[in-house]
């Protein structure tokens, strides 16, 4: 990696500077960033704006990295962007020790596609960290931060204050940042990033909360106190505590960024329709199967309260993950909620090979409880064998581990 922001606003400024003709709100933290941006643009476009979102990486198709008004950029559009963009990044490349990457190349191509769109407000979700990100050439006027804990530690830090420090770099001077509930060391962090710059810090617990959270079988039902006004009774279409505390954060956000409080009932529409693939998404079928994108010990030990909640009943998770990331980590937060795990490798270069996967869950989980695949399809289907058909059954099939896994997932006609 090179970090600069050089080549990218090189790029945007051969485009026209695209970026600065909508306004935004820009989203880091370590989980959560996509189900945040899909709920502070389904927000916003209740409240009448034309939008734009950003967010990475994709499940299936790349177009849907750019939404326009909620939906992915079609291809047409995709294809005038990336023309548009391609023909510049060959004089970006010319003069540049480093060649446009394909992370640049999309964000400029998200960049270029909102503004020929004419949107009023664009959602940005970063790509990893937040100071030398590509995205922050924006000089958004609220900055989101989710929960903020350990990954990406080679490229952003061994401890969570050097990667807090890399995600306070979105906080721009004179903005609103509004940040999720975080430990003390990372709260301190932003605290001292807001002071720097004179931004106008709202923390989860002291200015907004989430309140009484009751789950159903479509989602769940939570009450919220906002910057401006509480919210009660919104239903949301997204399971979990963590995605509760999502929304807060998105709501605040909205309210910082419109400047006033939302209508309760807007909020209600808005929230309800707002889904997040990937995310604890439950697919119906004998057995039921849960796709959730969890990476890192942070996301997988969401899952397992989410599957705890969800209980009760046998889990049979397919599991593939990058070597670079902490699998143990993983594997000790799902082990008390999996009852057998099928280790398998996705189709990424950067997935562990199953067999060191399956060594390493043996570890964790013992041999009885321990299968391998030789992909996530096969490993999909050996899942399948192990869970109860029957009339009743409550068994579920987890695949979990890395966006990519999911993918691989939903490359099975049957699952998505």
């Given at each position: 990696?090179d970090?600069?922001?050089?080549?990218?606003?090189?790029l945007?400024?051969?485009?026209g500077r695209?970026?600065?003709e909508?306004r935004s709100i820009?989203?880091?933290?370590t989980?959560?960033?996509t189900?945040?941006a899909?709920m502070?643009?389904?927000?916003?476009?209740?409240?009448?704006?034309?939008?734009g979102?950003f967010?990475?990486p994709?499940?299936?198709?790349?177009?849907?990295?750019?939404?326009l008004?909620?939906r992915?950029?079609d291809?047409?559009?995709?294809?005038?962007?990336?023309?548009?963009v391609?023909?510049?990044?060959?004089?970006?490349?010319a003069?540049?020790t480093?060649p446009?990457?394909f992370f640049?190349?999309?964000v400029a191509?998200?960049?270029h596609a909102?503004?020929?769109h004419?949107?009023d407000?664009?959602?940005?979700?970063?790509g990893m960290?937040?100071?030398?990100?590509?995205?922050?050439v924006?000089?958004?006027?609220?900055?989101?931060i989710?929960?903020?804990?350990?990954?990406?530690?080679?490229?952003?830090?061994?401890?969570?204050?050097?990667?807090?420090?890399?995600k306070?770099?979105?906080?721009?001077r004179g903005?609103?940042?509004?940040?999720?509930?975080q430990?003390?060391?990372?709260a301190?962090?932003l605290r001292?990033r807001a002071?720097?710059?004179?931004?106008d810090l709202?923390?989860?617990?002291r200015?907004f909360a989430?309140?009484?959270?009751s789950?159903?079988?479509?989602g769940q039902?939570?009450?919220?106190?906002?910057?401006?006004r509480?919210y009660?009774?919104?239903?949301?279409?997204v399971?979990?505590?963590?995605?509760?505390q999502?929304?807060?954060v998105?709501i605040?956000?909205?309210?910082?960024?419109?400047?006033?409080p939302?209508d309760?009932?807007?909020?209600?529409r808005a929230?309800?329709?707002?889904?997040?693939?990937?995310?604890f998404?439950?697919?119906?079928g004998s057995?039921?199967?849960?796709?959730?994108?969890?990476?890192?010990?942070h996301?997988a030990?969401?899952?397992?309260?989410?599957?705890?909640?969800h209980g009760?009943g046998?889990?049979i998770?397919?599991?593939?993950?990058?070597g670079?990331?902490d699998?143990a980590?993983?594997?000790?937060?799902?082990?008390?909620?999996v009852d057998?795990?099928?280790?398998a490798?996705n189709?990424?270069?950067?997935?562990?090979?199953?067999?060191?996967l399956a060594?390493?869950?043996?570890?964790?989980?013992?041999?009885?409880?321990?299968?391998r695949?030789?992909?996530?399809?096969?490993?999909?289907?050996?899942?399948?064998?192990?869970a109860?058909?029957?009339p009743?059954s409550?068994?579920v099939v987890?695949?979990?581990?890395?966006v990519?896994?999911?993918?691989?997932?939903c490359s099975?006609?049957?699952?998505?």
């Amino acid at each position: 990696m090179d970090p600069t922001l050089d080549r990218v606003a090189l790029l945007l400024g051969l485009l026209g500077r695209p970026e600065t003709e909508f306004r935004s709100i820009h989203l880091t933290g370590t989980n959560g960033k996509t189900s945040t941006a899909r709920m502070v643009e389904a927000l916003l476009a209740a409240s009448r704006s034309r939008t734009g979102r950003f967010t990475s990486p994709h499940l299936e198709s790349i177009r849907e990295r750019i939404s326009l008004e909620q939906r992915p950029i079609d291809v047409p559009r995709f294809l005038r962007s990336y023309q548009a963009v391609a023909e510049q990044a060959a004089l970006v490349d010319a003069v540049s020790t480093h060649p446009v990457s394909f992370f640049e190349m999309t964000v400029a191509m998200a960049y270029h596609a909102f503004a020929d769109h004419r949107v009023d407000a664009a959602v940005v979700e970063v790509g990893m960290g937040g100071r030398w990100d590509a995205t922050n050439v924006i000089h958004a006027e609220v900055a989101a931060i989710l929960p903020v804990a350990l990954d990406h530690t080679d490229y952003l830090g061994p401890t969570v204050e050097a990667i807090a420090a890399e995600k306070a770099g979105i906080i721009k001077r004179g903005a609103v940042a509004v940040s999720a509930r975080q430990p003390d060391e990372v709260a301190a962090v932003l605290r001292a990033r807001a002071d720097a710059v004179g931004a106008d810090l709202r923390v989860e617990g002291r200015d907004f909360a989430v309140g009484r959270r009751s789950p159903t079988a479509r989602g769940q039902l939570v009450s919220f106190r906002g910057l401006h006004r509480t919210y009660d009774d919104v239903p949301l279409a997204v399971h979990g505590e963590h995605q509760a505390q999502n929304a807060a954060v998105a709501i605040a956000s909205v309210e910082a960024f419109l400047g006033g409080p939302l209508d309760v009932d807007l909020v209600r529409r808005a929230l309800r329709q707002v889904t997040s693939p990937g995310r604890f998404e439950i697919r119906a079928g004998s057995p039921r199967v849960v796709l959730d994108v969890a990476h890192n010990p942070h996301g997988a030990r969401a899952l397992a309260r989410n599957l705890a909640e969800h209980g009760p009943g046998r889990t049979i998770a397919v599991l593939a993950v990058m070597g670079d990331k902490d699998v143990a980590g993983v594997l000790r937060e799902l082990e008390t909620v999996v009852d057998t795990v099928v280790c398998a490798r996705n189709s990424s270069p950067r997935s562990l090979p199953a067999e060191e996967l399956a060594a390493r869950a043996t570890d964790v989980f013992g041999a009885s409880r321990v299968r391998r695949a030789t992909d996530v399809p096969s490993g999909l289907a050996a899942a399948r064998a192990l869970a109860d058909t029957g009339p009743g059954s409550t068994d579920v099939v987890l695949v979990t581990g890395s966006v990519v896994t999911v993918g691989d997932a939903c490359s099975v006609p049957t699952d998505c």
